[in-house]
Nanobody, 126 residues
Framework: QVRLLESGGGSVESGGSLRLTCEGSDFTYDAYSMGWFREAPGKLREGVAVIDSEGTATYADSVKGRFTISQDNAKTTLYLQMDSLNSEDTGLYLC????????????????????WGRGTRVTVSS
């Protein structure tokens, strides 16, 4: 059973930055897509940024140019550098993983992901 542990959340002012980390372990397959999703108050979970098993990144339109997703060389730790944060970025950020080799048809679709962490909370004050 894949385990995912998020960290790095916190409270920042609008315009500030945070870096989230997702440490993964107990991977049983040799290829995974991993990504960041968020749950904002009163909204459904949405995909923020994903890296597929080939290293291709996909971003939600709302974060393009502000967020950067990356992985370590072992592809077990996932990062999300978040810059120019605004109040719309407030929410619970969760790390998801899916055992799959190759590109995903809908990389930001949360229902495709098998494994989830418990999340780290981000609060942006204006």
């Amino acid at each position: 059973q894949v385990r995912l542990l998020e960290s790095g959340g916190g409270s920042v002012e609008s315009g500030g930055s945070l870096r989230l980390t997702c440490e993964g372990s107990d991977f049983t397959y040799d290829a995974y897509s991993m990504g960041w999703f968020r749950e904002a108050p009163g909204k459904l979970r949405e995909g923020v940024a994903v890296i597929d098993s080939e290293g291709t990144a996909t971003y939600a339109d709302s974060v393009k140019g502000r967020f950067t997703i990356s992985q370590d060389n072992a592809k077990t730790t996932l990062y999300l550098q978040m810059d120019s944060l605004n109040s719309e970025d407030t929410g619970l950020y969760l790390c998801g993983a899916k055992a799959f080799r190759g590109p995903l048809r809908q990389p930001l679709a949360q229902h495709d992901y098998n494994y989830w962490g418990r999340g780290t909370r981000v609060t942006v004050s204006s």
